[in-house]
Nanobody, 119 residues
Framework: QVPLVESGGGLVQAGGSLRLSCAAS????????MGWFRQAPGKERAIVAG????????YYADSGKGRFTISRDHTNNTVYLQMNSLEPEDTAVYYC????????????WGKGTQGTVAA
């Protein structure tokens, strides 16, 4: 598996939006879908949203429900995370990765993209 490349981070004011992009790699055997994860300062990396390879129901962590939308463009094999109504607590490095049915990601990580929300 090749590390994924994330983009689209930046600095926004609270209440603003960011749209993250991830150039998805070929599906790794045994994985369930593509997900977005984030790691805030002093916290562990955690999943934010996931979209199954099968096209089934998407997953959202409580932190992003109602504000974040994950989607995939099959034509260019890109996964997006639209983040609206951003809060300072959303400040983190955002990563995309494939994950297994238990929401556990693979061990291959890209560099991520920094998203900073100013109060």
């Amino acid at each position: 598996q090749v590390p994924l490349v994330e983009s689209g981070g930046g600095l926004v004011q609270a209440g603003g939006s960011l749209r993250l992009s991830c150039a998805a790699s070929r599906r790794t055997f045994g994985t369930y879908g593509m997900g977005w994860f984030r790691q805030a300062p002093g916290k562990e990396r955690a999943i934010v949203a996931g979209i199954p390879w099968s096209g089934g129901s998407t997953y959202y962590a409580d932190s992003g429900k109602g504000r974040f939308t994950i989607s995939r463009d099959h034509t260019n094999n890109t996964v997006y995370l639209q983040m609206n109504s951003l809060e300072p607590e959303d400040t983190a490095v955002y990563y995309c990765n494939q994950y297994y049915s238990t929401l556990i990601p693979t061990s291959i990580w890209g560099k991520g993209t920094q998203g900073t929300v100013a109060a």
